[in-house]
């Protein structure tokens, strides 16, 4: 980034904060998109599944465990695609929706909610897809995206009766 690239930004972050908009200018845009697309495919599944928020997601030990995992098979795909995350920067990434969005019901549980598809192929979906690619298993997002397809196909069904 150039220096003139970081005035521009700084202006346009000015103005979202004096609108009451939180902005922040990202060194790494990947980096932080891949850490939001961790946080989707750490919690919104399990959120659809189990019908609950993030903060209680995390009051189970087994659903901490199952986040773990996740996030472990997630790093190694973002290795692969180039994307330096640390664990600590994951594991940070992931405690912190569990804090500061802690009442928040994932839109993947409000789409079953609301008896429509939801973006789990898009999520856990995707990288179980890079997973093949690269061959390496990703048997706990695979589960995840099983379960909520289950649900999904459910919900189609009881539509059609």
């Known amino acids: 980034m150039?220096?003139?690239d970081l005035k521009i930004f700084a202006t346009i972050r000015q103005l979202f904060t004096e609108a009451g908009?939180?902005?922040?200018i990202a060194?790494?845009?990947?980096?932080?998109?891949?850490l939001k697309f961790l946080v989707n495919c750490s919690y919104?599944?399990?959120s659809a599944i189990g019908g609950i928020s993030n903060g209680d997601m995390?009051?189970?030990?087994?659903?901490?465990?199952?986040?773990?995992?996740?996030?472990?098979?997630?790093?190694?795909?973002?290795?692969?695609?180039?994307?330096?995350?640390?664990?600590c920067e994951a594991r940070e990434a992931n405690e912190s929706i569990a804090k500061t969005m802690a009442t928040q019901i994932s839109s993947t549980a409000q789409d079953l909610?609301?008896?429509?598809?939801?973006e789990i192929n898009y999520w856990n979906g995707y990288i179980v897809?890079?997973?093949?690619?690269?061959?390496?298993?990703?048997l706990c997002k695979l589960s995840v995206c099983a379960m909520v397809?289950?649900?999904e196909s459910q919900i189609q069904s009881s539509a059609l009766d």
């Open 2 to 4: 150039t220096d003139q």
């Open 21 to 24: 908009i939180p902005c922040a």
């Open 27 to 34: 060194q790494d845009i990947k980096k932080q998109m891949w």
């Open 44 to 46: 919104n599944g399990i």
């Open 58 to 87: 995390v009051a189970f030990l087994e659903v901490r465990n199952l986040i773990d995992q996740i996030t472990k098979e997630f790093l190694l795909i973002a290795h692969k695609e180039g994307v330096g995350i640390s664990e």
């Open 113 to 118: 909610g609301k008896g429509r598809e939801t």
């Open 129 to 138: 897809a890079l997973g093949k690619r690269y061959g390496i298993e990703m």
């Open 149 to 151: 397809k289950l649900l």
